[in-house]
């Protein structure tokens, strides 16, 4: 089946019931979405299909109606999103393995939110979970790309 | 270059998803997956075990049990009661039995379902208390008396007993346990593994396989999550995996599935304490007395330094004269708890901080006001229970600060008239302090090696004993190397964990990752750095102690060099370029037959101070408001300290008050994912948090004067738990100690309110 990953066209050789997760990691090669429960609960395999946050260890690529998005597709150390910048610069991550997942999450909010209240980001963040507790950062790291994007 | 923030030296891989974990190497060819056959039985003796189904399961390439290990079928890793497969005995439900290999990971998972066990049933012991009176332990309990408890308790003009409860906690590494295992020529093993502890992971997988030790390699990059239940608990999947590669001569990896990890692993001790206190009229505590049950769980592991710490954490801040400390390390057929942020510690501390909260009630008095008389005293009044003496006792000054900055007393009346007028919410308040031992409490296990290179380049590799769990451990032991050669930080790298570059090495843990690390990394540049002094003073004259690297240079009051211009001179006198370093904290002693010495070098202190708002109808509550001010010492890199006390407060909240473990009456964990089992999410965090580090140096020849910083603040969640109970006795005003137990979800708290005779 064909899956567009990034922008890019992959032809994947998979049951339609593979969740998306492993065609991504296994098939593909993106090892920047990680599996942390497999019962999305836990946010760290979250995605974006077409700009809206999916968590992909629980859905079957053979669902997949659209261009899938990853953490690589965000930005790379060389080239980073406005939410990546502010990641580092509120020095967010401590393990950093939720982290794909949080980004994925809170730039689907600052999409369709662009100026989300504390409120807000507790609702659209609240399946994202931190086992180090990065929350405060994860708050002001979003405050801060809000405002950066108001003035740019 | 002290307290400069820099960024942890992995962020932009974590931001973009390039950091690699075990699971994102990438695998050699042929690599196959295995998955784990579990007990369905918390105790009996296997019958027959019937695995043609799994044998016969698409895809399976081996299964193996416990007679297909070639050496010794143990991981424990101090007494040796840890089997890696169940042989004959099971003791618990999701104890492994046996290991199946496929050729994918899902057809592993499948086919590990399908055995057929047949159990003869044993009876089970589920319950700590239970265990206790059947006299069942894994270790011998212990005891700590000093001065005549009975007798001071017998002649208390007031006194207080009774129980309390506290609960266990999952560690929930994102990151699950993970060990991919690659055999190399001439009998040789290259174990990737997510552990805090490589070495114990190479002697383990050497003991199972009949090997010596360097015959193994364990590399660690980073770990998403440790917070130590990757101390012990990732051998029993490192040698797993090896026992698999061994057997088939391929690569196998072993990721568990989140619901297999949490029914294999263990987790935080859970406490049961009965506790007898005597006090005076003022609130000062002239004897206790406590009895502390802790569930270790079907076999040792780290039971008892977990138990040894949670008696020598039984002061917390406090002076006790006369006391007596008891624990007991319970063996029931559950998994066997092991290491978990604060190792007992926060179990020690939090007893002594409820019965000060008893005795502020009893007596009508602020809790705060209880606490202070109760606190070490700087000169006097300053030994503890073991015998070591508090020689940098900061918590008065600490206290102080954050008594005025969270402006404590005014919202402490505001509170009192708000529940005056508020029928059904309420508000509750509480400070409370920490003082925390830091140190090994085993003297040998306080050494640390590193290696520096410094490339004719300029460039510099930085290896240690340590491993990065994102506590920012290689970020700062870079930061250390760039401070003694005075080059930028973004030249130094530090390199991945691995047994065959530092032998010999501890876990990280105790929260002394960079305190041991930090100082071997430094002692090995310093020497690099006299030999370049040397040279410097061979060429340009002038003294040694005149030298100064910075900004990447090297000068005296006449001559400049540049560092890699004076690398590439050494370089040509054929100078060593390259360093080991080693470190072992000093001054260290312990006597665990009479449970006295110094275990710890120096003491963290830190005090937090929260308010909540509880619903008495439902039970649901919100945390409001939290001030943390802690103490790191001159601290190396502020940023990632706080977000440590950030972190800590954050999961130490959680552990009192949302995470709760549940066995079924079989014995099977039924808590054994994020549906079944809550950890702090972003919106239990509140709204206003104030953090600061607390304005200090540490008094010993610590690493650059900073202070460690992993565990202690953990035990800031305390003041949350308090601050609910104090939020509880205002519906019986203040005159009655609500039965609160830990973890305070909207039941205990419904059940405390319950519990109080209303007036």
């Known amino acids: 089946m064909k899956l567009n990953v990034n922008g890019k066209d992959h032809d994947v050789d998979v049951e339609a019931d593979m969740p998306l997760l492993w065609v991504l990691r296994d098939e593909i090669g993106l090892t920047g979405t990680k599996f942390g429960c497999g019962i999305a609960q836990c946010g760290a395999c979250t995605v974006h299909v077409d700009g809206q946050s999916v968590r992909s260890c629980s859905h079957p690529v053979g669902q997949v109606n659209g261009k899938v998005t990853t953490i690589e597709g965000i930005g790379s150390p060389d080239v980073m999103s406005k939410v990546q910048e502010a990641w580092i610069e509120h020095q967010t991550p401590q393990c950093g393995y939720c982290q794909s997942g949080q980004i994925m999450s809170a730039t689907a909010l600052l999409t369709f939110n662009p100026d989300p209240t504390d409120e807000d980001i507790d609702r659209a963040m609240a399946g994202n979970i931190c086992r180090c507790g990065a929350y405060p950062r994860i708050r002001a790291a979003i405050h801060a790309t809000a405002k950066s994007m108001k003035e740019a | ?759």
């Open chain 2, 1 to 759: 270059m002290s307290r400069k923030s820099h960024p942890h030296e992995s962020a932009a891989l974590h931001v973009s998803g390039e950091a690699s974990y075990a699971d994102d190497l990438r695998e050699a060819a042929g690599t196959l997956y295995a998955a784990v056959g579990m007990s369905e039985s918390a105790h009996a003796n296997i019958r027959s075990m019937d695995l043609a189904a799994v044998k016969a399961s698409a895809g399976v390439v081996a299964v193996l049990t416990a007679k297909d290990i070639p050496g010794i079928n143990d991981c424990g890793p101090i007494i040796k009661d840890d089997p890696i497969l169940a042989d004959g005995l099971v003791q618990y439900i999701g104890q492994a039995v046996f290991v199946v290999v496929a050729e994918s990971y899902m057809q592993a998972r499948r086919a590990a379902t399908k055995a057929v066990i047949d159990y003869d049933e044993l009876p089970a012991v589920l319950k700590p208390l239970d265990a206790k009176a059947a006299e069942s332990f894994v270790a011998p309990p212990m005891q700590l008396v000093r001065g005549s408890p009975q007798e001071k308790l017998a002649n208390s003009p007031n006194r207080n007993s009774g129980t309390l409860s506290v609960g266990g906690q999952e560690q929930f590494y994102l990151e699950g346990q993970i060990s991919y295992v690659i055999p190399k020529e001439d009998n040789q093993f290259h174990v990737y593994c997510s552990t805090q502890h490589p070495t114990e992971m190479q002697h383990a997988v050497a003991h199972a396989l009949k090997l010596y030790f360097n015959q193994v390699l364990v590399e660690t990059r980073r770990m998403g999550g440790g917070f130590g239940g990757k101390e012990s608990q990732s051998a029993i999947f490192a040698c797993l995996a090896a026992i698999c590669a061994n057997h088939l001569n391929r690569p196998v990896k072993l990721r568990l599935d989140r619901d297999d990890d949490m029914m294999i692993t263990g987790k935080r001790h859970c406490f049961e304490y009965d506790y007898d206190i005597g006090f005076d009229d003022d609130g000062k505590i002239l004897a206790a007395k406590i009895e502390m049950v802790t569930r270790a769980g079907y076999s040792a592991d780290l039971s008892v330094p977990v138990a040894t710490r949670a008696v020598c954490h039984f002061d917390n801040a406090y002076y006790l004269s006369d006391v007596d400390i008891a624990a007991f390390c319970a063996k029931t057929n559950t998994q066997s708890n092991t290491a978990f942020r604060g190792f007992g510690g926060p179990q020690g501390a939090i007893a002594i901080e409820y019965l000060i909260d008893n005795i502020a009630r009893i007596l009508g008095k602020d809790p705060l006001d209880i606490r202070k008389i109760n606190y070490y005293g700087k000169t006097s009044r300053n030994t503890t229970p073991y015998g070591q003496t508090v020689e940098d006792n900061v918590i008065h000054e600490l206290t102080a600060e954050i008594e005025a900055s969270s402006d404590y007393h005014q919202r402490h009346s505001e509170i009192q008239a708000f529940n005056k007028t508020s029928p059904i919410l309420k508000k509750g308040l509480a400070l409370t302090p920490l003082k925390f031992g830091i140190s090994f409490n085993v003297v040998h296990f306080n050494q640390a090696g590193a290696l520096v290179h410094v490339y004719v380049d300029g460039s510099i590799l930085v290896n240690h004993g340590g491993t990065e769990m994102g506590q920012g451990l290689n970020t700062k032991v870079a930061q250390v190397v760039s401070h003694v050669l005075g080059v930028d930080l973004g030249i130094v790298r530090a390199t991945p964990t691995d047994t065959s570059k530092v032998a010999n090495t501890s876990a990280t843990a105790a929260s002394t990752g960079t305190d041991l690390n930090g100082k071997a990394a430094e002692n090995a540049a310093l020497k690099i750095r006299k030999r370049l002094c040397d040279l410097f003073v061979e060429r340009f004259g002038g003294e040694v102690d005149d030298i100064l690297f910075a900004d990447n240079n090297v000068r005296n009051g006449s001559h400049e060099i540049s560092f890699n211009e004076l690398v590439e001179q050494a370089y040509l006198e054929r100078i060593q370029l390259w360093s080991d370093g080693f470190y072992k904290t000093p001054e260290l002693n312990w006597n665990k037959d009479t449970l006295t010495g110094r275990p710890f070098y120096y003491y963290a202190y830190g005090a937090s101070v929260s308010e909540v708002l509880i619903d008495t109808l439902t039970g649901e509550w919100k945390l409001l408001r939290a001030d943390l001010l802690h103490d790191a010492g001159n601290s190396i890199n502020p940023a990632i300290d706080m977000g440590q006390v950030e972190g800590a407060f954050i999961q130490g909240m959680g552990w009192l008050t949302t995470e709760e473990l549940k066995w079924t009456p079989k014995g099977k964990l039924a808590t054994h994912a994020p549906s079944t089992y809550k950890i702090p999410a972003v919106n239990d965090c509140p709204d206003d948090l104030r953090v600061k580090l607390f304005d200090n140096k540490s008094k010993f020849d610590t690493i650059m004067r900073s202070k460690a910083v992993g565990e202690p603040p953990l035990l800031l969640g305390f003041s949350v738990f308090f601050a609910i109970r104090d939020a509880i006795a205002s519906v019986a005003d203040y005159t009655q100690n609500p039965e609160l137990n830990a973890p305070a979800t909207p039941e205990a708290i419904l059940s405390a309110i319950t519990g109080l005779q209303q007036p």
